[in-house]
């Protein structure tokens, strides 16, 4: 099992940027793909990015394509969600989430992402 710790968020103006961390422990972080969602009030919860356990593929839902970037960094067991430009729609809480499959080569089944952080509330303002 992967304990995750969400870390980063908070209130911005439209237009401006934030960047999440999430900090896992309990299994090798290396080796499995790591994603982000959000889920806004009286919403269903949503996948935004995902990244493989290399961190050679990235995948990014079309609402935030070319606004977010994620990454990750092996030796820090930490993956970050970089988010600019930001706009009043992206106001959720985000969680990240951690495959439960090892060395996947391919973007995880939403279902696949087992172990979940707490969330953290990122708010943007217009």
């Known amino acids: 099992q992967v304990q995750l710790v969400e870390s980063g968020g908070g209130l911005v103006q439209a237009g401006g940027s934030l960047r999440l961390s999430c900090a896992a422990s309990?299994?090798?972080?290396?080796?499995?793909?790591m994603g982000w969602f959000r889920q806004a009030p009286g919403k269903e919860r949503w996948f935004v990015a995902a990244?493989?356990?290399?961190?050679?593929?990235?995948y990014y839902a079309d609402s935030v394509k070319g606004r977010f970037t994620i990454s990750r960094d092996n030796a820090k067991n930490t993956v970050y969600l970089q988010m600019d430009s930001l706009k009043p729609e992206d106001t959720a809480v985000y969680y990240c989430a951690a495959d439960r499959v090892d060395y996947r080569d391919h973007l995880p089944p939403s279902a696949d992402f087992t172990s979940w952080g707490q969330g953290t509330q990122v708010t943007v303002s217009s």
């Open positions: 309990g299994r090798a972080f290396g080796s499995y793909a």
């Open positions: 990244i493989s356990w290399s961190g050679g593929k990235r």
